[in-house]
T-cell receptor, first 113, second 111 residues
Framework: DTGVSQDPRHKITKRGQNVTFRCDPISEHNRLYWYRQTLGQGPEFLTY????????KSRLLSDRFSAERPKGSFSTLEIQRTEQGDSAMYLC???????????FGPGTRLTVT | DQQVKQNSPSLSVQEGRISILNCDYT??????FLWYKKYPAEGPTFLIS?????DKNEDGRFTVFLNKSAKHLSLHIVPSQPGDSAVYFC??????????FGTGTSLTVIP
């Protein structure tokens, strides 16, 4: 078990560009979650998947944010037309099922210049 | 609206003593709670969980207490070790779906 992995670890982009982050969960985990964390705050829930189904996306920050988990394995989070306010750590977590603890990846640090 | 609150941004404890980290929540529907530890530049690491059917859960040096009537939980670390120095987050959810995190408490264990 290699844990949750995220790629890239760091991303610097110019305002207005699109970015995509990848998350590979622990292999037997059906649930996958995306969070954003800014300085001095706890992780902020964005969306989650049960296998390939996206069960909640109302908490995505704007329509510029979208996420997919096409085959129920890895997931991608895309931010279109990035803004400076999007600069944050984006965290992915997975869990075996509802009611089980979530395991986090190392995060992707996004800097929008 | 912050549904989970950690009102102490920081805590310092001597090595070997007890560390008590507190967390309050507002949503009475929350029924599953977790504590995480986070080092700089890393993702949060799961420590311990508790469901609302219990009022205490222990795992080694870590014990979580849940007071449902007060909507309060606490994490006790005994004895505290310098390696425990990190930011601790509590999180809560209803039925293990969306999780709400507090803002964290930075624990420093002084050797």
């Amino acid at each position: 078990d290699t844990g949750v992995s995220q790629d890239p670890r760091h991303k610097i982009t110019k305002r207005g560009q699109n970015v995509t982050f990848r998350c590979d969960p622990i292999s037997e985990h059906n649930r996958l979650y995306w969070y954003r964390q800014t300085l001095g705050q706890g992780p902020e829930f964005l969306t989650y998947f049960q296998n390939e189904a996206q069960l909640e996306k109302s908490r995505l920050l704007s329509d510029r944010f979208s996420a997919e988990r096409p085959k129920g394995s890895f997931s991608t989070l895309e931010i279109q037309r990035t803004e400076q306010g999007d600069s944050a750590m984006y965290l992915c977590a997975s869990s075996l099922a509802p009611g089980y603890e979530q395991y986090f990846g190392p995060g992707t640090r996004l800097t929008v210049t | 609206d912050q549904q989970v609150k950690q009102n102490s941004p920081s805590l310092s404890v001597q090595e070997g003593r007890i560390s008590i980290l507190n967390c309050d929540y507002t949503n009475s529907m929350f029924d599953y709670f977790l504590w995480y530890k986070k080092y700089p530049a890393e993702g949060p690491t799961f420590l311990i969980s508790i469901s609302s059917i219990k009022d205490k859960n222990e795992d080694g040096r870590f014990t979580v207490f849940l007071n449902k009537s007060a909507k309060h939980l606490s994490l006790h670390i005994v004895p505290s070790q310098p390696g425990d120095s990190a930011v601790y987050f509590c999180a809560a959810s209803e039925s293990g779906n969306q999780f709400y995190f507090g803002t964290g408490t930075s624990l420093t264990v002084i050797p």
